[in-house]
Antibody, heavy 118, light 107 residues
Framework: QLQLQESGSGLVKPSQTLSLTCAVS??????????WSWIRQSPGKGLEWIAY???????YYNPSLKSRVTISDDRSKNQFSLKLSSVTAADTAVYYC??????????WGQGTLVTVSS | EIVLTQSPATLSLSPGERATLSCRAS??????LAWYQQKPGQAPRLLIY???NRATGIPARFSGSGSGTDFTLTISSLEPEDFAVYYC?????????FGQGTRLEIK
């Protein structure tokens, strides 16, 4: 059964770097059938796509965040990661790791709340 | 960037009624549009992809239609568990974008 589980620091100080990892079980992230993304949701707000990684290693970023974001993978551990630098209170959100099939997001992790505060 | 505008922001209906939710794109996305349902404290769930195809396990009361810039999600007869927030999404062009959501609440 496919599972995506986010982990990382739930509290990050302003100006520091947010780091999250998504452990994937039930499917290989190297599979050519899927993409892997991070999406966030600020409290009480809508969904914001952050970054996308294709099995080939190609990456795409939201232009509004591109200068601060890196998505990467560790195929030996079957996981992928997000780093967001120079965070501010505006980066406080629930962060989801998500699998994409074709052009859509079909499996989502449960989400992890990251709070930016001193 | 393609902007997706959903309407109405909030829809108040009773169980058994028909719900019609709209998503309008700022430019054509062909049929590359999806709908997601999100309940409080849960991750979104894929309902409809390619504008009109139901995802695995989605009940037949959910249907999608449209192409180009105008899309509709219809719930034929509301069940108590359908009251949630619904988002549309496009990946026709980068960057990936979502609509701001429609809250479907019990009247």
């Amino acid at each position: 059964q496919l599972q995506l589980q986010e982990s990382g620091s739930g509290l990050v100080k302003p100006s520091q770097t947010l780091s999250l990892t998504c452990a994937v079980s039930g499917v290989s992230i190297s599979s050519g059938d899927y993409s892997w993304s991070w999406i966030r949701q600020s409290p009480g707000k809508g969904l914001e796509w952050i970054a996308y990684m294709y099995h080939s290693g190609s990456t795409y970023y939201n232009p509004s965040l591109k200068s601060r974001v890196t998505i990467s993978d560790d195929r030996s551990k079957n996981q992928f990661s997000l780093k967001l630098s120079s965070v501010t209170a505006a980066d406080t959100a629930v962060y989801y790791c998500v699998r994409g099939t074709g052009d859509y997001f079909d499996y989502w992790g449960q989400g992890t709340l990251v709070t930016v505060s001193s | 960037e393609i902007v997706l505008t959903q309407s109405p922001a909030t829809l108040s209906l009773s169980p058994g009624e028909r719900a019609t939710l709209s998503c309008r794109a700022s430019q054509s996305v062909s049929s590359y549009l999806a709908w997601y349902q999100q309940k409080p404290g849960q991750a979104p769930r894929l309902l409809i992809y390619d504008a009109s195809n139901r995802a695995t396990g989605i009940p037949a009361r959910f249907s999608g239609s449209g192409s180009g810039t105008d899309f509709t999600l219809t719930i034929s007869s509301l069940e108590p568990e359908d009251f949630a927030v619904y988002y549309c999404h496009q990946r026709f062009n980068w960057p990936i974008t979502f609509g701001q959501g429609t809250r479907l609440e019990i009247k």
